[in-house]
């Protein structure tokens, strides 16, 4: 059976909308997910000692899970990216923090395929980035970090469902769970 992990961001936890759908597309797919919450007080978002703290969050959840089980972290939990390379986990990376060098550098060397979403509003969000390090890219012109578009609220519910869409077909792509 496969497993998914999912890690949160900073404001919300793993039941936030945008990261519940996306498990949720995971759990049809038959997998297990495991839902993370933050457990102790967190360095500052921009400071490299986040990424350690991150690792030394999500490794006893990864150990105990074993195998290659998908990683989905939005904003804060994309810190994950290095453990995520070293293992050579796949991922879903939800509002990356791409403006962060390690984050970049990290996902830069990853060798399982991953899938970057961000919104053209979001200061963290560099598409053009995104282009470079993933073939699998899911832009959304004008969101911002919470994933909100401009205009009525059903506007943004429609991101959700976009979001979904993107990650179905990139596990598509990559034959998961295998």
């Known amino acids: 059976m496969a497993d998914a992990v999912v890690i949160p961001g900073g404001m ?3 039941g ?17 997910v495991h839902r993370y919450s933050w457990s102790q007080e967190r360095p500052k978002p921009d400071e490299p ?11 006893p959840l990864l150990d105990a899970v074993g195998g290659r089980p998908l990683l989905i972290a939005k904003s804060l939990g994309t810190n994950a990216a290095a453990v ?3 293992r050579s986990l796949p991922a879903v990376w939800l509002t990356p923090l791409l403006s962060l ?5 990290a996902l830069s ?5 991953f899938l970057l979403v961000g919104g053209t509003a979001d200061k963290v969000w560099d598409g053009e980035l995104a282009r470079r390090l993933s073939p699998h890219v899911l832009e959304v012109d004008g969101a911002d970090h919470g994933m909100y578009v401009p205009g009525p609220l059903t506007e943004s ?10 990650i179905d077909e990139f596990l598509d792509a990559i034959d998961w769970p295998k």
């Open 101 to 105: 060098p390690w984050v970049a550098e």
């Open 12 to 14: 919300f936890g793993p």
């Open 109 to 113: 060397h990853a060798t399982a395929p």
């Open 84 to 86: 995520a390379a070293g």
């Open 49 to 59: 000692e986040i990424e350690g703290w991150v690792r030394g969050e999500i490794t």
């Open 16 to 32: 936030a909308p945008l990261l519940m759908y996306a498990g949720d597309v995971a759990e049809r797919r038959g997998a297990t």
């Open 157 to 166: 519910i429609g991101v959700l469902g976009r979001v979904a869409v993107a």
